[in-house]
């Protein structure tokens, strides 16, 4: 049975956060109503997972993730209002060692919290199963860590390319992630060289309110711009569109050079939307052989872009999954592993590698 404690400064919330958990046969083990009961509590009580309030009064919900990171590892998942104070703030729970986030109904147009009990419960079970112990050792990123113990953020090494080298046939990227994902997506993003002139595409399961500062990190972070999809995007070398929460990202034109995304508002695949297969599928349809196409799938609980890598390789692309080891949740990249003949099984610090050796001379 999965032990969980709650943090939240409000007692409704944390009467409903322990009755749905409850109710799905999670065990809750206690709960805090500020950010130094918190620690106090999950240090004491040892849980397989906690959920973290943003705002809380004693200690926030970031100091909360570094105090626990520094003395007891454990998975934790940021409950995060939606506003775009919390939106920024959560982001920065997530470089401190959060595994994951969702939000929190709040004000008049949130959703009813009983109506994302399902979302709750697997995500609060998939965190649970997180490999926290990475971030003990810097994040597995060669960093050294804080004197308290806490991983400092990983400067990104941008991987060398020779200024003479091509890249032919307009090379394309589809990165996928869920559970875990943000930050591995931030370091491969931020390692990837201009020079490459790459098209991107980015789907992170994430809610539609969090993409828009996502792509603002990521075009912040790396050399690449990137941006939000809008509806109808064109996609040129050294440029990326992140998928909207909530919408599909398809491709669907490629021409001189450049692609053609736009929304899908089809079903959900995997339950989640945007889905990694649909945009993978779509590109490895509307790309063809045409053009050069390679496929990653990152951390992540669930089996979106299995499907999506194997429709890349019937093209001729390259398929490349993140490793056990460095891998919060390693569920997406296993089933990725279990059907596809991948190209690459890769640590987080060495898939931009990964990506520009798969592009490096390609037959034109």
Request: hydrophobic fraction near 40%; charge should be negative; glycine fraction near 10%.
């Amino acid at each position: 049975m999965v032990r969980a404690v709650i943090a939240d400064d409000s007692a409704v919330m944390r009467e409903t956060l322990g009755k749905i958990l409850e109710d799905a046969g999670i065990d809750v083990v206690g709960r805090a109503k500020n950010g130094t009961e918190a620690v106090d509590l999950i240090v004491d009580v040892e849980p397989d997972v906690a959920t973290i309030d943003i705002q809380m009064p004693g200690l926030t919900g970031h100091e909360v993730i570094e105090e626990v990171m520094a003395q007891k590892p454990t998975p934790m998942l940021v409950i995060s209002s939606q506003t775009t104070k919390n939106a920024e703030a959560t982001f920065e729970a997530l470089e401190a060692g959060a595994v994951d986030f969702i939000a929190k109904p709040s004000g008049d147009n949130s959703v009813p919290i009983w109506s994302k009990q399902d979302e709750i419960v697997d995500q609060v079970r998939a965190v649970a199963r997180a490999d926290v112990s990475a971030t003990t050792r810097a994040d597995s990123d060669g960093g050294a860590g804080t004197a308290a113990g806490r991983s400092s953020r990983p400067e990104p090494t941008t991987v060398e390319v020779d200024a003479t080298e091509e890249f032919p046939n307009d090379p394309t990227l589809v990165i996928g992630a869920s559970t875990g994902g943000p930050r591995v997506v931030e370091r491969v993003l931020s390692e990837l060289p201009e020079r490459a002139g790459l098209r991107i595409l980015v789907v992170q399961h994430m809610a539609d309110h969090y993409t828009e500062r996502f792509a603002t990190r990521l075009d912040e972070r790396t050399d690449y711009d990137i941006r939000e999809s809008t509806g109808r995007d064109r996609v040129g070398p050294g440029e990326g569109v992140l998928a909207k929460g909530g919408r599909h990202l398809a491709v669907t034109g490629f021409r001189n050079g450049r692609l053609t995304v736009e929304h899908d508002d089809g079903p959900e695949r995997h339950n989640v939307k945007p889905a990694i297969d649909v945009t993978m599928e779509t590109a490895a349809e509307t790309i063809g052989h045409r053009g050069n196409l390679a496929g990653v799938v990152l951390t992540g609980m669930g089996a979106d872009g299995a499907a999506g890598l194997a429709a890349i390789k019937d093209v001729g692309g390259k398929a490349i999954a993140q490793d056990e080891s460095t891998s919060r949740v390693y569920g997406m990249p296993k089933e990725a592993a279990d059907q596809v003949d991948l190209d690459m099984v890769l640590p987080k610090d060495r898939i931009a590698e990964g990506v520009v050796n798969a592009f490096r001379g390609w037959s034109s």
